[in-house]
């Protein structure tokens, strides 16, 4: 009896010790590299936009948060077409919640083709993301001041003019897009807040078209020689009780 408990323990250790040297699988995937933004409009870490939307663990994803201890190769790749290889790794966080990180091990720079761009012309959706003001058709923004955008479901849009929430319909087709027209709160700022507000809601409501350069968001607006640019907000998640 005594030899049979030996021998079983010995084996489970055995399984235990060759499961823990079993590799985890490797996954290689193209995009575009970025940064990750915050609400307050800082880099909270770096993402890939992919060429086109993939399965993983059964979900569909059109990004890849990545983490590598080479920063420096990510500040040579920041904005470029890369491939990058690693291991997937889930991580939960107080604010972000539960996600996937690629744990890089190779990444280097290659060129997109056309078939690739267009994948991922096809796969790039709004609804459902939410976006920060980065410059209002050339004229920059005000520092410490946000003007956001937000599509939380197919036909709506919403979001901060800088001062006052707004919200409308959002008509999207395509590349093209038409937001408005848009109603907003009442409250008042100071008169250089108010005027970037009052702008910033002039030029969506004269929105045209829009395209997806990563990791940039522009809105093409009548009237306005430049596009509005945004970066992709990353929103904290409330802890579970």
Same mark, same amino acid.
């Given at each position: 009896?005594?030899?049979?408990?030996?021998?079983?323990?010995?084996?489970?250790?055995?399984?235990?010790?060759?499961?823990?040297?079993?590799?985890?699988?490797?996954?290689?995937?193209?995009?575009?590299?970025?940064?990750?933004?915050?609400?307050?409009?800082?880099?909270?870490?770096?993402?890939?936009?992919?060429?086109?939307?993939?399965?993983?663990?059964?979900?569909?994803?059109?990004?890849?948060?990545?983490?590598?201890?080479?920063?420096?190769? &990510?500040?040579?790749?920041?904005? #470029?077409? *890369?491939? /990058? %290889?690693?291991?997937?790794?889930?991580? =939960?966080? $107080?604010?972000?919640?539960?996600?996937?990180? &690629?744990?890089?091990?190779?990444? #280097?720079? *290659?060129? /997109? %083709?056309?078939?690739?761009?267009?994948? =991922?012309? $096809?796969?790039?959706?709004?609804?459902?993301?939410?976006?920060?003001?980065?410059?209002?058709?050339?004229?920059?923004?005000?520092?410490?001041?946000?003007?956001?955008?937000?599509?939380?479901?197919?036909?709506?849009?919403?979001?901060?003019?800088?001062?006052?929430?707004?919200?409308?319909?959002?008509?999207?087709?395509?590349?093209?897009?038409?937001?408005?027209?848009?109603?907003?709160?009442?409250?008042?700022?100071?008169?250089?807040?108010?005027?970037?507000?009052?702008?910033?809601?002039?030029?969506?409501?004269?929105?045209?078209?829009?395209?997806?350069?990563?990791?940039?968001?522009?809105?093409?607006?009548?009237?306005?020689?430049?596009?509005?640019?945004?970066?992709?907000?990353?929103?904290?998640?409330?802890?579970?009780?």
């Amino acid at each position: 009896m005594l030899g049979r408990l030996c021998v079983g323990l010995m084996l489970a250790i055995l399984g235990v010790h060759l499961q823990a040297q079993t590799p985890e699988p490797q996954k290689t995937v193209t995009g575009k590299l970025g940064r990750v933004m915050a609400i307050g409009g800082e880099s909270t870490g770096w993402a890939i936009q992919l060429d086109s939307e993939t399965s993983i663990d059964g979900k569909r994803v059109d990004s890849l948060e990545v983490d590598d201890s080479n920063s420096e190769r &990510l500040e040579k790749l920041v904005d #470029k077409h *890369v491939r /990058a %290889t690693g291991t997937l790794s889930h991580r =939960k966080g $107080v604010e972000t919640g539960e996600r996937l990180v &690629l744990v890089v091990s190779s990444m #280097k720079e *290659v060129k /997109a %083709t056309s078939q690739s761009e267009s994948a =991922k012309a $096809v796969a790039f959706k709004l609804t459902g993301t939410e976006w920060l003001l980065e410059d209002l058709g050339g004229a920059g923004v005000i520092d410490n001041v946000q003007a956001t955008l937000t599509f939380p479901e197919a036909g709506k849009t919403a979001g901060k003019g800088s001062c006052n929430r707004f919200f409308g319909p959002a008509e999207i087709t395509g590349s093209a897009i038409k937001l408005g027209p848009l109603g907003s709160t009442r409250m008042a700022c100071p008169e250089a807040v108010m005027n970037q507000e009052t702008q910033y809601l002039d030029a969506l409501q004269a929105a045209e078209r829009f395209e997806w350069k990563a990791p940039y968001l522009l809105i093409y607006c009548k009237g306005f020689e430049k596009p509005l640019r945004f970066t992709r907000m990353k929103t904290p998640k409330p802890a579970t009780p």
